[in-house]
């Protein structure tokens, strides 16, 4: 909820909103959520950091099984009351410490290091998030359907009829977002059979960061509930458009927006941005191979942004580093003055690597007085542009080889370059697997 506590201990403010259990959550470098359930009578004991947790176990943390403990120490203003889950359940977001300071690997604390930097220089971001997912069914033979059956159209984007079959798990979730005061706005089918996307309203960073990983834990939970799977999977069918996760973002000086351009004058650009506006761009789209280990972190992803096509006929997903008006070709998307959206992000990004990555970028660009040159027209990227990596294993490449983003997590290369490895491992334990498709080719081809 991110409200102003004010000085409210975490205890009295989970009796307020009759809570008996709290989900102290964090989530490790891949985004997976790790919690402990405590209840309110123990509250006073989380938030004294009573509560640790093997960090080798919790997952990708940095950490060896010899280290000590991670302890969860909650924000209280994350409380997020959640009893369509489960009556008298709350989340409550933590920033994992050790020996009595934040872990910088963890990637809150990341965003947070992040977020301190940008303040430094007198300004905040404000980002909005738009969830992608998948409902599908896992089928005996370990194949994945559509949960709607019915859902089976090689063009389903907008279909009021498949919007409306799924009615009671749309309606549901956007109660729940709803309740929390998130602001949803709109749910609707997207390109592909069986995928759906629920908006809810921008907000500071930290807060969208912690929103989109409380969404994904009651996507999962409530799907679940109805028999079905909310997956978050980048491309779980080789056919169809893939998940992405897109970000929209602005920098503020307290309440004075920085992206539009003062009176009409953008350098004769045609979009209406600032100066700073066009340098943040720049970062991003200069950093933007080394951006995609975090924007895009799994083997699977590169089969999204390698796809040529879908059954749709577009895999709205961009293949170079170029921005650009209202077009959503680009990897980076001007729909107004007073933003641009980050479109190479996919469903598997973990929201606080990725916004903190992308800042970084782009505030580099703002340091350095980056130009991004002219926006490229409809479809176009300027000859020079990057072309994103086309693996997982090039994605690590380009970080190893971009300093600005390698010491981008907490301000400390040697975390990056732990991430680095990390993923390394992650493709080569993918490209050990003999699969179907080296059978087929390869059986009797001598």
Known sequence: MHENTGGISLADI?????????????????????????????????????????????GLMGQK??????????????????PFIKEGLAIVHCDPHVDGK?????????????????????????????????????????????????DDSPRPCYDARGVTRMYDHLTSISDAMNSLGWGNYANDHEDAAGQFE??????????????????????????EQRGMTATFMPKPFTDRTGTGLHFHLSLWA?????????GTDDGGRGLGLSGLAYSFIAGILDHAPALQAFLAPTVNSYKRTGATTSSS????????ASFGGNDRTHMIRVPDNKRMELRSGDGSANPYLAIA??????????????????????????????????????????LRKDPVILASLSGDPAIGSYYADAKEEEFLTWHNQVSDWEIRTYLTSI
């Open 14 to 58: 989970a009796r307020a909103h009759n809570v008996r259990f709290l989900l102290a959550t964090f989530v490790d470098m891949t985004g997976k959520p790790c919690a402990k359930l405590v209840p309110v009578e123990a509250a006073n004991e989380l938030e004294n950091g009573a509560m640790g947790f093997a960090g080798y176990a919790a």
């Open 65 to 82: 099984p010899q280290d000590p403990d991670l302890i969860a120490i909650p924000d209280p203003a994350s409380f997020t009351p959640v």
């Open 102 to 150: 934040p872990w910088p690997y963890a990637p809150r604390v990341v965003l947070k290091n992040t977020l301190a930097r940008l303040a430094g220089q007198g300004m905040q971001a404000k980002v909005g998030a738009e969830v992608e997912y998948f409902l599908v069914k896992k089928n005996d033979d370990g194949t994945l359907s559509t949960a709607d059956e019915k």
């Open 198 to 223: 629920q908006n809810f309203n921008y907000a500071d960073a930290l807060t969208t960061a912690d929103r989109v990983v409380s969404l994904r834990y009651i996507l999962n939970i409530l799907a």
């Open 254 to 262: 307290g309440s004075e927006a920085l992206f539009p351009a003062a």
């Open 313 to 320: 006929g577009a895999t709205w997903s961009p293949r170079k």
């Open 357 to 398: 990555t992308a800042i970084a970028a782009g505030l580099d660009g703002v340091e350095k007085s980056l130009d991004p040159g002219r926006p490229s027209g409809p479809g176009e990227s300027r000859p020079d542009a990057h072309f994103l990596p086309a693996t997982l294993l090039h994605a690590v490449e380009a």
